[in-house]
């Protein structure tokens, strides 16, 4: 089955432990991104990736890392995470870099 | 920049009744526009995309929209509305060019009643 998974769904951490959410996709596509949704504020991208060692920022890139070393995976790091970080996050892949297909988002709580 | 705009931020339809959720896109160009539906305590799925072409598009579960250049707007309708349809709706657009990102309008939220 195609699809987009992330792991874990549902993490609550402490502010300033460093975590990772993976990301990972089976349908070799090239783009992938990182949006967060907050209530009020919708979806934003976070970061996106092009391909293999191919990243960029999009709209609200401040507190967070990612790394493409592989064509199936998109990890989210958070080096020091706060409060203003605990948010809906979810990974997407795309074929073209237009329709984008989600994974079933990961719930971070930071306090 | 471009910016989606989803005037209606909740709709409450009765089972059956007919649905058209708006959505008003500002950008430079004909971008490329999309719809997706997210139920509580899902991901996302993408209901129908607009490219080019012929201005009525369809999707998926019975939904259809429609682009309208002269009024920047891509409406989506479904004749009958079932109760599973209860779910938050996005309408998206992407640049044609430049970094791939989709910009969210905030979304609509559906109720339907029996």
């Known amino acids: 089955e195609a699809q987009v998974t992330q792991n874990p769904r549902y993490l609550i951490t402490v502010t300033g432990k460093k975590l990772t959410v993976t990301c990972s996709q089976n349908m070799n596509h090239e783009y992938m991104s990182w949006y967060r949704q907050d209530p009020g504020l919708g979806l934003r991208q976070i970061y996106y990736?092009?391909?293999?060692?191919?990243?960029d920022k999009g709209d609200v890139p401040e507190g967070y890392k990612v790394s493409r070393k592989e064509k199936r995976n998109f990890p989210l790091i958070l080096e020091s995470p706060s409060p203003n970080q605990t948010s809906l996050y979810f990974c997407?892949?795309?074929?073209?870099?237009?329709?984008?297909?989600f994974g079933p988002g990961t719930r971070l709580t930071v306090t | 920049a471009q910016s989606v705009t989803q005037p209606d931020i909740h709709i409450t339809v009765s089972e059956g009744a007919s649905l058209e959720l708006r959505c008003n896109y500002s950008?430079?160009?004909?971008?490329?526009l999309f719809w997706y539906v997210q139920s509580p305590g899902q991901g996302l799925q993408l209901l129908l995309k607009y490219f080019s072409g012929d201005t009525l598009v369809q999707g998926i579960k019975g939904f259809e929209a429609e682009f309208k250049r002269s009024q920047s707007s891509f409406n989506l309708r479904k004749p009958s509305v079932h109760w599973s349809d209860a779910a938050e709706y996005f309408c998206a657009v992407a640049g044609v060019t430049g970094r791939r990102a989709l910009t969210f309008g905030s979304g609509t939220r559906l109720q339907v009643q029996p």
């Open positions: 990736s092009m391909n293999v060692e191919v990243t």
């Open positions: 950008y430079g160009a004909t971008p490329y």
């Open positions: 997407a892949s795309s074929p073209t870099g237009n329709e984008q297909y």
